[in-house]
């Protein structure tokens, strides 16, 4: 019982050594890569900061927006206004050819 006991005690108390170290290590890891995340979401969090910042310096103000909204609403209002004139104009001429070509066509029917 002796010799069992003077082998398996060490044997424990190397495999209690060995899970020790081995849940210590991982620790550690595990540590090491929650920092590492922690600093990464750290700089994305100040890039977005830095893009907020950007976009309000850099892009239009409301005033602008409003302005360029303004001038795009009148500018289509121009282009329907135009385009129902077009429209008038084809009508018409098309009115004077159809005149002109039934009297081409009557041409000495009539008299």
């Not at 209690?16 to 210590?24: A, E």
């Not at 135009?82 to 009508?91: G, I, N, S």
């Amino acid at each position: 019982m002796e010799i069992v006991v003077a082998v398996l005690g060490p044997m424990m108390g190397g495999l209690v050594s060995l899970f020790v170290f081995v849940n210590k290590r991982n620790t550690s890891f595990m540590t090491s890569e929650f920092n590492r995340i922690h600093d990464s979401l750290i700089s994305m969090d100040e890039k977005i900061d830095d893009l907020r910042v950007n976009v309000a310096e850099n892009y239009v103000t409301n005033d602008q927006l409003t302005q360029h909204i303004t001038s795009e609403e009148s500018w289509h209002v121009r282009f329907s206004e135009e385009m129902a004139q077009t429209r008038d104009e084809c009508t018409t001429t098309r009115v004077i050819v159809d005149r002109m070509w039934m009297d081409y066509q009557n041409q000495g029917k009539l008299q």
